[in-house]
């Protein structure tokens, strides 16, 4: 058995899920309390609390309400995104020259907090994104991209530091 379980696991099943469930409201719809029919209240009701809950969280950040953080982080999680990184870029790219920007992370560094990603095509793109190598293998990038701005960048402090090489 998986110790953790993402979303996109459960989709297989969730066709098979919503129809159990549907059923299962089908049959409470049909009950009866002493006589009475109970059951239809009880599936409006669920009904209703969904869309109320479903407004809720639509209106949250309006109304000032604090929403837990996503357990499950992606790229699309408004708790969890990597904005220093956001920051960084557009300060690079605000240069007229192309730039260089090698990472240093800390040994501790969250492996979920990534910051080097580059464009497509590497070599025309207007900022290069790599991950510190060490002093000789550091040259030997430095001198491929010789026409560049070189800048180090350490993510994990507090705020992430930006120091220009050459």
Request: hydrophobic fraction near 45%; charged fraction near 25%; aromatic fraction near 10%.
């Amino acid at each position: 058995m998986p110790i953790y379980v993402l979303p996109h696991y459960a989709a297989p099943v969730t066709s098979a899920l919503y129809a159990s469930l549907l059923l299962a409201m089908q049959r409470i719809r049909r009950s009866r309390l002493r006589g009475e029919r109970t059951g239809l209240a009880i599936v409006r009701s669920v009904f209703a609390t969904c869309v109320v809950l479903l407004l809720l969280r639509a209106a949250a950040p309006v109304l000032h309400i604090s929403v837990p953080p996503t357990l499950i982080h992606s790229w699309c999680s408004p708790d969890y995104q990597n904005l220093d990184r956001a920051r960084t870029l557009a300060r690079l790219e605000g240069y007229e020259r192309a730039q260089l920007a090698i990472v240093r992370y800390k040994p501790d560094h969250d492996w979920d907090r990534e910051w080097v990603y580059n464009a497509a095509d590497i070599d025309r793109a207007k900022v290069v994104w790599a991950r510190d190598m060490g002093s000789a293998q550091n040259e030997e990038l430095i001198s491929y991209f010789k026409n560049r701005q070189v800048w180090l960048v350490e993510p994990d402090e507090t705020p992430p530091k930006l120091s220009f090489i050459r």
